[in-house]
């Protein structure tokens, strides 16, 4: 599936006499080899994913940003799966972007400063059955080097970073 609807693609599998495993090169250049949705698919699946309910994902946000009709449980799988591979990368250390230094804006003292926010909104839940269960709040966190009145040079665009749990 991808952000046009569902596509076709023919691609050669290449066996290994030796072990058995199979090889399919095409699939791996379009990284289409961890599903049946295109990289484009399962980014937007997975942003729907994390808005509100997974249902409420498949249904009114997916379809609104691109018009894709998938299933709840198809939303909710790409999506942990997104955050599973974040997690991993997280857990051993890798960051997410490549390192690099901040020219961090000054304040009226001259100081280097930062500028954290935090917001947090809530996430309706569904119990087993259908049944009601208590709500969550997702929070997002953010740090980042804004434009400074008291600083006349700019911050490079992009100086963001995003941390976000349930």
């Not at 699946?45 to 299933?71: D, I, P, Q, T």
């Not at 935090?118 to 804004?146: C, E, F, H, W």
Request: aromatic residues 6%; proline residues 5%.
């Amino acid at each position: 599936m991808s952000l046009v609807g569902p596509i076709t693609v023919k691609y050669a599998c290449y066996h290994c006499s030796h072990c058995g495993h199979g090889y399919q090169p095409w699939c791996e250049s379009l990284r289409l080899e961890r599903g049946a949705l295109t990289p484009g698919a399962e980014e937007l699946s997975s942003l729907a994913g994390v808005l509100g309910s997974f249902a409420e994902g498949a249904e009114r946000v997916l379809r609104k940003m691109s018009g894709l009709h998938l299933s709840e449980s198809t939303i909710e799988r790409t999506t942990e799966a997104a955050g599973e591979r974040v997690a991993k990368r997280l857990e051993s250390g890798n960051a997410l972007g490549p390192r690099e230094e901040w020219a961090w804006q000054k304040d009226a003292r001259g100081r280097r400063c930062a500028y954290v926010s935090l917001d947090a909104t809530g996430v309706r839940q569904q119990g087993p059955g259908g049944s009601r269960t208590d709500g969550k709040m997702a929070y997002v966190a953010m740090v980042y080097n804004a434009r400074s009145e008291h600083d006349s040079t700019r911050p490079p665009p992009r100086q963001v970073r995003y941390l976000s749990g349930l």
